[in-house]
Nanobody
Framework: QEQLVESGGGLVQVGDSLRLSCVAS????????VSWFRQLPGKEREFVSG????????RYADSVKGRFTISRDNAKNTVYLDMTKLKPVDTAVYSC?????????????????WGQGTQVTVSS
């Protein structure tokens, strides 16, 4: 069974940057879209950003446009989320998810493989 493992979270200050990584165990990783979601306790998962299977179609939530950049390296089975100009509202557990299709969607039910998540905390 495929696994996704996130890393790169941590405690940062307002305005700082972080790079999150999502590494997949399966060789078929490059066939599917991958997205990042975030979640706070007691709240629903929120779509952050997604990238298609080839890496040439990126989607972003309005709240992160211009600050976050998603990319993928299929040779390394890895998707990245570069986060800049971080704000306290960005604080959440960030999880990557692999889609059942080749294009990313904002709907969590479109994804069938999830990582365990990595905590991002932005302190003011």
């Amino acid at each position: 069974q495929e696994q996704l493992v996130e890393s790169g979270g941590g405690l940062v200050q307002v305005g700082d940057s972080l790079r999150l990584s999502c590494v997949a165990s399966a060789r078929t990783f490059y066939n599917y879209a991958v997205s990042w979601f975030r979640q706070l306790p007691g709240k629903e998962r929120e779509f952050v950003s997604g990238i298609n299977w080839r890496g040439d179609d990126e989607r972003y939530a309005d709240s992160v446009k211009g600050r976050f950049t998603i990319s993928r390296d299929n040779a390394k089975n890895t998707v990245y989320l570069d986060m800049t100009k971080l704000k306290p509202v960005d604080t959440a557990v960030y999880s990557c998810a692999q889609s059942r299709g080749i294009f990313p969607t904002k709907t969590p039910t479109s994804y069938d493989t999830w990582g365990q998540g990595t905590q991002v905390t932005v302190s003011s």
